[in-house]
């Protein structure tokens, strides 16, 4: 089974994958940002959250204050009603 050094950003919900526990490590205290500028956690919470948004869980997850309707570990968490028109 393979080992991947995640964190969750607190703001967007995105799960960077980091190749090293080390670069977890950094993420965890705040010296590597999530692209959103928001803060990562890799605390076992935050890890839990992460494997219920890959396993499909939608909806109200961790501390967000509104609903997640789609979520990818590279996109984060986006609500349906910020979807494009697709113009
Ligand atoms: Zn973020
Ligand atoms: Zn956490």
């Not at 956690?41 to 499909?56: K, M």
């Amino acid at each position: 089974m393979s080992q991947d050094y995640q964190a969750l950003c607190q703001d967007c919900l995105r799960a960077p994958v980091f190749s090293s526990e080390l670069d977890q490590k950094k993420a965890h205290q705040g010296e590597i940002l999530c692209q959103c500028g928001g803060d990562l956690c890799a605390c076992s919470d935050c890890l839990h959250i992460i494997q219920e948004l890959v396993a499909g869980k939608r909806g109200y997850v961790g501390s967000v204050t509104s609903p997640v309707a789609e979520w990818s570990a590279h996109g984060g968490a986006s609500e349906s009603c910020q979807k494009d028109s697709g113009q």
